[in-house]
């Protein structure tokens, strides 16, 4: 029986196939972003991984449900599995803001899911590291919130050479659009096609620009310009005072397709431009109020970074440490009659905090020894008898004998 | 618009609202899961919450298609949301597992779903820590795993007083039903009914066992004998030479309903017994065969303990710590012409590890201060000048002056 294609198994390392995951890596991944969070003051959230179907349409319209997983439950609600974590994080806040003082600074590691058609390498799950500050207008939320993704890709030993962060503002370009087009229904089309400008034949992006009554020699005029607004400079001035000038470029190639965005947005890519997106957010000032149904207004900026994108970069930048078990101490049982003892110092050297293993049945010693070079342990551990323990350091071949009862006390 | 009935929220504490859960205790418990299995030497893995619905029904038959959020997806496949995880580990392991030695231990921490009929407080989603050793027969693999399942339990502040370890054996079971019936397709009813016993008035049980040709009278003399099978005690022998005897008994009570156990089963109870099962698991030796379509016959044995009996456990005895943020220093910035280098200070303080957190906009002296303790900040830290910065300890009040450099040296 095989698993459903676009999802992921994860296997401890080392890999037993190229067709499968790192459970280590993950949590590897996981732990570095929990840490860089922990350290700008962000607490932890979560919700379901099933949402009612109209939380997405709400936000997203009814296109969006042909990318989701959707379903009638048994009590006849229409469900999906969530293809992002916004509108629950909105539907959260919307529901208890009044208990948090603002801003409020949070995070999330959720699983997210999208029916997308197959194609090689194409995944429909990926988790995302979420980091959001809600009820703060001022362009010093988009620093502290763009600081923090640039420090959780620093804690993964990434640098300014690795990654950029390009900033772009949703404001400048509906001042753009508005400024040469009153026909305010085009102007979501218009924000496609500039998304797409980088990804699309110039021919093909003139004929759009046209049809929507703009000339693409003006807006690659605009994007080259590069000149920030004040609430861009702002967010640079910022940055740069942290030490972090280097990790942020203006780029007006950015504009985020996703129809909610209200300010400054922005995009992380690798320098050499060989990936997808790292990580990409902005603010969306009016989606809290949306989703509550117009009860809760607060501004809101966030940014979701997935974990495949980030994995391709850490592979191609040779940025994982090896994961391999961790043990301590390997237990050598060559005299079964003291098994009940070996158990009893087992025990105790993991009450004490350590990671111990050993031959769960009677086996020749040679291979037991081999047990415990494979697991790479540090030291093995031999009772002599039921007063005394062998202790063997594996890497620098030192052996002490110590108390049974002062194992633990030698070994840390 | 509201989350679905069954699902729950997870909050930052302090918690907003008695509706909601925590994300603090949540992230505390599966600290203390992981960190048991890393001292038992158990490897993480992981697999997809959506699996093909025939993963689920070749384990445990078409009667378990109505407990589970199950639907046909945009690809035309039958998919269910996993309701546990063993039938996922066993396929996993059946790929794979000639490229791990044997025994295999591996852990995970699952979100499960079922769709139970809607009771007040009955979730139809939860987390679960699933361990298992795959590859052993010897009943020493059985006291590994119930070592782990105790001190995993014990990682959270628990003891013998809270909770015992109920165990008991399918093959003892197996053996009084064969012994008396020779009809084997009633095996299965006559399990339930004994599944069942401490749940049914005595005059219920006592109908459904003499429908079976069996006397509930002598059940319970069989129950009540208590007398361990060599299997059994070998277990319990084992655990008693870790110190652990105090922490398991026998209790023929228990059988587990599913169909696939095989040989020693187990249970774990509050010792009020008020509570539902804090966990449960046993040997499943033909499920991996049964899995691969039988290419790959691997003895195995598991436990799941899930994070909702176990966190009312943990609130009766009063044993979660209190989740506060953890603010290591609030920088104060009173005078704003020092902004940029008070941001400088609070990104060098963050990238030496501290958390650390600030007004992102102008705000009035004590209202900083106010906030500052609010956060339950250890220190705070203002810049006298460009040069030197202020440093208080909150809890002593002993307040000193450091160069601006070397305000972190003096905080580690």
């Keep these: 029986m095989e698993r459903l294609p676009g999802f992921r198994d994860f296997y401890p390392e080392p890999l037993p196939h190229k067709d499968v995951w790192s459970a280590d890596a993950r949590q590897h991944i996981f732990g570095k972003w929990r840490e860089a969070a922990r350290r700008y003051g962000f607490r932890e959230y979560d919700g379901p991984p099933l949402e009612p179907l109209e939380l997405f349409t709400t936000k997203s319209g009814d296109e969006i449900v042909g990318q989701l997983y959707n379903f009638v ?28 003082k603002k801003p409020i600074k ?11 058609r197959q194609q090689k390498g194409r995944l429909r799950e990926h988790f995302q590291f979420n980091a959001d500050i809600i009820g703060e207008t001022d362009p010093a939320a988009d620093a502290e919130l763009i600081s923090l993704l640039i420090d959780s890709l620093r804690a993964l030993e990434l640098t300014a050479e690795d990654f950029v962060v390009r900033l772009s503002s949703r404001n400048a370009w509906q001042d753009y659009f508005s400024t040469r087009c009153h026909d305010h229904a085009k102007a979501y089309e218009f924000y496609q096609a500039i998304d797409k400008l ?29 000149q920030p607004t004040a609430e861009l400079k702002a967010i640079l001035d910022n940055l740069a005072a942290r030490g972090l000038g280097d990790f942020v470029k203006v780029d007006y190639h950015v504009i985020r397709g996703l129809a909610y965005y209200t300010g400054p947005v922005f995009e992380a890519f690798d320098r050499k431009s060989e990936l997808r997106a790292i990580a990409g957010g902005g603010r969306y000032d009016n989606l809290v109020k949306l989703i509550s149904g117009g009860k809760v207004n607060l501004p809101a900026l966030g940014f979701g970074m997935g974990d495949v994108v980030l994995l391709e970069l850490l592979q ?66 031999k009772l002599d008898n039921d007063a005394y323990v062998r202790i063997r350091n594996l890497k620098t071949r030192e052996e002490v004998v110590a108390g049974v009862n002062g194992a633990a006390n030698y070994l840390r």
Excluded: C
């Excluded at 009590?75 to 599995?81: E, I, N, Q, S, T």
């Excluded at 994961?323 to 993991?350: G, Y």
């Design 73 to 100: 439950d048994k009590g006849d609600r229409a469900v999906a599995l969530r293809a992002e974590m916004t509108p629950t994080l909105a539907r959260m806040v919307a529901a208890h803001e009044r208990n948090y």
């Design 106 to 116: 949070w995070f999330a590691i959720p699983q997210l899911f999208r029916y997308e």
């Design 198 to 226: 980088e990804r699309t034949p110039p021919e093909e992006s003139q004929k759009k620009l046209a049809e929507l009554g703009f000339s693409l020699d003006e807006v690659n005029q605009f994007i080259n310009s590069g």
């Design 316 to 381: 191609a930048r040779n940025l994982l440490p090896p994961f391999d078990a961790t043990t301590d101490v390997f237990v050598l049982i060559e005299d079964e009659s003291l098994r009940p003892q070996s158990l009893k110092l087992i025990h105790d050297l993991r009450a004490a905090g350590f990671a111990v293993d050993y031959a769960l049945t009677p086996a020749k010693p040679d291979k037991q020894f081999k047990r415990a070079q494979e697991l790479k342990a540090n030291y093995t551990a």
